[in-house]
C-alpha cells in the first residue's frame, strides 16, 4: 500500500511543479506556436472493460512490481478521495475524446489490473528487437485487453535510449471464432541504468535542457518512478489511437498523439518534458 501512497503524491507533485513553475514559460511558448487540430480519423476506441495485463520480462523486485501494479489499479478506482488531483481525476480527462465521438450517448472505458507474467530467465536474450516485443505482447491475453510489456535496466530494446523509452501499437492477434482480431501493446523499459537522464526526468539530471537539481523519487526507485512517467503517457495514446486510426495529428506513419500532440506544450500549462504534466481534453492541447 505504501507504494501506492507514492504513486499518488508523485502524480500531485509533477502536476505542481508543472502548473507553478512551468505555466508562465509554457504560455509563452505556446503564443509563438500556431495552433494544431488534434484530429478524429474515424477509427474505433478502446471502450468497455479493459484488463491492462504486465509481462515482466527480466528481474524486477516484488516491491517494483508493486509500484507499477498499484498505479494501474489506481485509475479506474470507485472509492472518492479528498486528496486531489488524484491519478483516476487525471485520467477521466480521457472521457471527453468519448464524449466527441458520440455526446448522446458515449462509450465508457474502465481500465483494470489484469494478469501477471513473469519472464526472469530472459527467453529472448537481453538484446530484444521490435517484433520480440510484440511476441512477448502476445503471450497476454488478445480480447479487451492491453498487453504490457515492461523490461528490465538490464535489458536493451532496438530504439531504446537513441528515440525512444517506450512505445505503443497493435498486432494481429489468434483468431477468435474464425475472426481476425488486433490486440494493443505497449513497450517500458528500465531506464535507470541505461539512460536515466532522457528517460527518468524529472528523478535524474537532464542531459539537454535546465540543469536543476532532480526531483527525488518518490518510491526511491529513479527506473521504476521513470517507467510509471512513461507508462502513463503511453496509456494515454494507446486508449486513444490503440490500432492507428483514432485520434492524433500529423500523417498516419508518424502521429503526434494525446501525449505529444502540441510542440513545445504538453497540455495545459505544461512543457513536453513533463510527459504527464497537466493533461489536458481534447481542446487543450494547444
Known amino acids: 500500500m505504501a507504494s501506492f501512497v507514492s504513486t499518488q503524491y508523485l502524480l500531485q507533485l509533477v502536476l505542481f511543479i508543472s502548473f507553478f513553475q512551468f505555466n508562465l514559460a509554457a504560455r509563452r511558448l505556446a503564443e509563438t506556436q500556431q495552433p494544431l487540430l488534434f484530429q478524429y480519423h474515424n477509427g474505433p476506441l478502446l471502450t468497455g472493460k479493459i484488463s491492462i495485463n504486465l509481462i515482466w520480462y527480466g528481474k524486477f523486485k516484488p516491491t517494483q512490481r508493486a509500484i507499477i501494479s498499484d498505479f494501474i489499479a489506481s485509475l479506474s478506482t470507485s472509492t472518492p478521495t479528498t486528496a486531489q488531483p488524484s491519478v483516476a481525476t487525471w485520467w477521466k480527462t480521457t472521457e471527453k475524446y468519448y464524449h466527441l465521438i458520440n455526446s448522446k450517448k458515449p462509450s465508457t472505458l474502465v481500465l483494470a489490473l489484469g494478469t501477471q507474467i513473469l519472464d526472469e530467465t ?165
Not at 515492461?150 to 494481429?172: I, N, P, Q, W, Y
Not at 540543469?211 to 523519487?217: C, E, I, N, R, W
Not at 505529444?260 to 518534458?273: D, E, F, M, N, T
Open 122 to 286: 530472459y527467453s529472448f536474450g537481453k538484446s530484444l528487437s521490435n517484433q520480440q516485443i510484440i511476441e512477448l505482447a502476445s503471450k497476454g491475453a488478445q480480447k479487451n485487453a492491453i498487453n504490457v510489456v515492461l523490461t528490465s535496466a538490464d535489458v536493451a530494446v532496438d530504439g531504446f535510449c537513441m528515440s525512444k523509452c517506450g512505445t505503443h501499437g497493435s498486432s494481429k492477434g489468434a483468431s477468435i471464432q474464425g475472426k481476425s482480431n488486433k490486440f494493443a501493446y505497449i513497450w517500458v523499459g528500465n531506464s535507470e541504468t541505461q539512460c536515466p537522464g532522457q528517460c527518468a526526468w524529472p528523478f535524474h539530471q537532464p542531459i539537454y535542457g535546465p540543469q536543476s537539481p532532480p526531483l527525488v523519487a518518490p518510491n526511491n526507485d529513479v527506473g521504476l518512478d521513470g517507467m510509471v512517467i512513461n507508462l502513463a503517457s503511453l496509456l494515454a495514446g494507446t486508449t486513444t489511437n490503440p490500432f492507428g486510426n483514432g485520434y492524433f495529428q500529423g500523417p498516419k506513419d508518424a502521429p503526434l498523439e494525446a501525449a505529444s500532440a502540441c510542440p513545445g506544450v504538453y497540455g495545459k500549462g505544461g512543457l513536453p518534458w513533463l510527459r504527464w504534466g497537466s493533461f489536458g481534453g481534447p481542446h487543450e492541447w494547444c
